[in-house]
């Protein structure tokens, strides 16, 4: 083994040693391993990423500052930035750090909140600034990063598995599976994408044993949909196709299909019958039956309360708190909801920080994910094709179905892999 490989599997191992750390031990101890986290952050080495992406995916306390700590790298390293040419949306993003340094004061010594809860407010923030960090290393990320990257998005989700006095849930699981379902679909197009067989070997192990098991949920499988269609209207030369889903017009897209979804749920009965929880997929009917549950009587209802809130309270700038929401069921129930989410990502950066703010995160949000594109233009490898597919693909369906790629716990992850991806297709033209 390689002097390298001993460094990323030395850190992921004690990554692993520290989970337990992460998840039941209390703020201290968190504390105390910080020191460690943050020298493997700021020595912006690849060897270390794996390590971090354990580190972050329980998304507390420790995540939040190494997401703090993304922002000082990027400032250090502006000029990286410029060459680039993403300085522009760093700017974007960093002229709204004092409005959220003042919140995350006012947490601490006006409303006595404490560190950790006050800097949670700012998570959906704060997670943009992994994307700049994965640009920052993306020039070193070789094979070796690669496989152990990839070891990690398959095989960390069987925690959800393990006897535990709390609920995990492993959001790398999110990832993982329309990645495996990608690479086998893949195999469909052995002429343009050639891929090693170990990595399909993987793909299948992981839905037989993992994802299956776990459950074949609906916006994973969206994902790899999108990133099917993705790549096959890349290979097929559907350039117009394209580019409607991997440039910033996706924006527009998402955009008819919620204000087409939340329109249907306002037009329709309450009283529809709702998907039943274990109710198995064995036909087309069933399968039409559950889309719809997902798509209207589950989703655009959360989504109907959270834009009635937002319209009819005039929400128009932050106030530093996470304001509460109501929904009807379809059965007619009522529910307010604080810590549930809109799951939808433009909806969720508005009630977190106002219409006006919410919105144009958003469009930052947008326009980072759709960088990828560059990708496409300038890289030959199947790997990269494939999994940038993957992580587009994801970056639209979370942004309409969940709020997830901007949660800390997997915001550090699947933004820190758009910069790597983008840095090295953005490398064939520098």
């Given at each position: ?94 002229i709204l750090l ?22 949670n407010y700012l ?53 993982a599976l329309p ?252």
């Open positions: 083994m390689s002097q390298q490989k001993k460094i990323i599997y030395l850190n992921i191992v004690i990554a692993l040693l520290c989970l337990p750390i992460h998840y039941y031990m209390g703020e201290a101890l968190k504390i105390a391993i910080l020191p460690y986290v943050l020298f493997m952050l700021f020595s912006k080495n690849p060897n270390y990423f794996p390590a971090l992406i354990i580190h972050t995916i329980p998304g507390n306390t420790v995540c939040l500052v190494i997401l703090f700590g993304c922002i000082w790298l990027a400032l250090i390293n502006f000029n990286i930035l410029k060459k680039y040419r993403v300085a522009s949306i760093f700017s974007a993003l960093i004092p409005v959220n340094l003042f919140f995350l004061y006012e947490g601490i010594f006006l409303k006595n909140m404490g560190f950790s809860l006050s800097l998570g959906f923030y704060l997670s943009f600034f992994a994307f700049f960090y994965g640009i920052l290393i993306s020039a070193k990320i070789n094979k070796n990063h690669w496989r152990a990257i990839i070891l990690i998005v398959f095989l960390l989700p069987i925690i959800m598995y393990f006897p535990s006095p709390q609920k995990i849930v492993i959001r790398l699981f999110w990832l990645l495996a379902i990608t690479i086998l679909a893949s195999g469909f197009f052995q002429s343009k994408l050639k891929l090693e067989v170990s990595l399909k070997i993987w793909s299948i192990l992981f839905i037989i044993f993992i994802g299956i098991p776990y459950g074949l949920k609906f916006t994973p499988i969206f994902s790899a949909v999108l990133a099917i269609t993705i790549l096959l209207f890349y290979l097929k030369g559907y350039k117009l196709l394209f580019n409607g889903l991997t440039t910033p017009k996706v924006g527009v897209i998402i955009g008819i299909l919620i204000v087409l979804l939340i329109n249907n749920i306002m037009d329709s009965s309450l009283h529809q019958a709702s998907y039943q929880v274990g109710q198995e997929i064995v036909d087309f009917d069933s399968f039409m039956s559950y889309l719809k549950f997902k798509t209207i009587d589950d989703r655009a209802v959360i989504w109907k309360g959270g834009w009635d809130f937002i319209n009819n309270s005039s929400f128009y700038w932050p106030t530093g708190d996470v304001l509460s929401y109501s929904f009807y069921t379809v059965d007619g129930r009522e529910i307010e909801d604080v810590e549930f989410g809109v799951h939808n990502l433009a909806l969720e950066l508005m009630r977190n920080y106002g219409m006006v703010i919410g919105f144009y995160l958003f469009s930052l949000y947008i326009i980072i994910i759709t960088k990828l594109n560059v990708v496409f233009k300038y890289c030959t490898s199947s790997f990269l094709l494939v999994f940038s597919a993957t992580l587009l693909g994801l970056g639209i369906s979370e942004s309409i179905v969940g709020q997830a790629s901007l949660m800390p716990m997997f915001s550090f992850t699947f933004l820190g892999l758009i910069g790597i991806c983008f840095g090295i297709g953005k490398l064939k033209t520098i």
